[in-house]
């Protein structure tokens, strides 16, 4: 019997108005019902999914959780109150920043209240509209210093000049990095171990519950780890390559058509 799923928002649960179906809805309902805990796991900080959670019916409740920054906070919506966090040291955080400067990206820095946005550009601002964040027109970073910073990431369209930039990155920053991939648009980066599957672990083990009762449900390469890390790994239909050969299923249905709707309804219900 499953009992936990770790399930990313972006092309995964959400469709591209980043709305949840109200099938989707429906089905989680009823799996909850039956004692499922089901957690949003993304790349995005606790205050951007407001809308997502209030279409879940999960705000601020007691036993609703999520996982936030790629697995850089595992969070119970009741506060919210912080379980675990993994947060990344303002030095790394600054030496990336100043390597993203000289290249060709909007750079994105998250703490857990505010996601601030430098060097931004037209196709950037357009799929910001809906969520949650700061413009900066400086390129100075050192408030930061006083925060809790979770995350970094760099925006550019082209998926080949990003990971031409992972390349040229230098080896000592690169090696104190987990770096990841999402919505064929960002490069990510959390400090070396922290990703969705740790925190998938770590939720688990709070809530006491057996990894060989866990889901976890993505799309693409920031949701590896998880569903690796998870008993049951499920790409949906529009996944990337790599997602869909490293699950043991494949939904029929993509994002657009209900695919975690599916899920439930194959495995759980």
Request: proline fraction near 4%; glycine fraction near 4%; hydrophobic fraction near 40%.
């Amino acid at each position: 019997m499953y009992r936990l799923i770790a399930c990313d928002l972006d092309e995964t649960l959400l469709d591209k108005s980043r709305h949840v179906s109200k099938r989707t809805q429906e089905t989680i309902k009823m799996a909850e019902a039956q004692g499922l805990i089901f957690a949003p796991a993304t790349g995005r900080g606790f205050y951007s999914i407001k809308q997502t959670l209030e279409e879940l019916e999960a705000v601020n409740k007691s036993n609703h959780y999520m996982i936030g920054f790629n697995g850089g906070v595992v969070v119970e919506n009741h506060g919210p109150t912080i379980i675990k966090d993994f947060p990344m040291p303002f030095e790394i955080l600054s030496r990336l920043f100043e390597f993203g400067c000289n290249y060709q990206v909007a750079i994105h820095l998250y703490t857990f209240e505010q996601t601030y946005v430098y060097h931004s550009n037209p196709e950037e601002d357009a799929y910001l509209t809906t969520i949650p964040h700061e413009k900066r027109f400086d390129d100075d970073i050192h408030f930061l210093k006083d925060h809790v910073c979770y995350k970094a990431l760099f925006q550019n369209l082209d998926r080949s000049y990003l990971e031409q930039l992972e390349q040229e990155m230098p080896k000592e920053l690169h090696d104190v990095l987990e770096i990841s991939y999402s919505s064929n648009r960002y490069i990510e980066f959390n400090p070396k171990g922290v990703n969705k599957g740790a925190a998938l672990r770590t939720l688990a083990d709070h809530l006491s519950i057996p990894m060989n009762e866990t889901i976890a449900i993505g799309d693409n390469i920031n949701d590896l780890a998880m569903i690796r890390e998870a008993e049951l790994g499920i790409a949906v239909a529009n996944a990337v390559p790599t997602i869909k050969e490293a699950a043991q299923h494949t939904t029929v249905a993509d994002h657009e058509q209900s695919a975690v709707a599916e899920v439930i309804e194959t495995f759980i219900l």
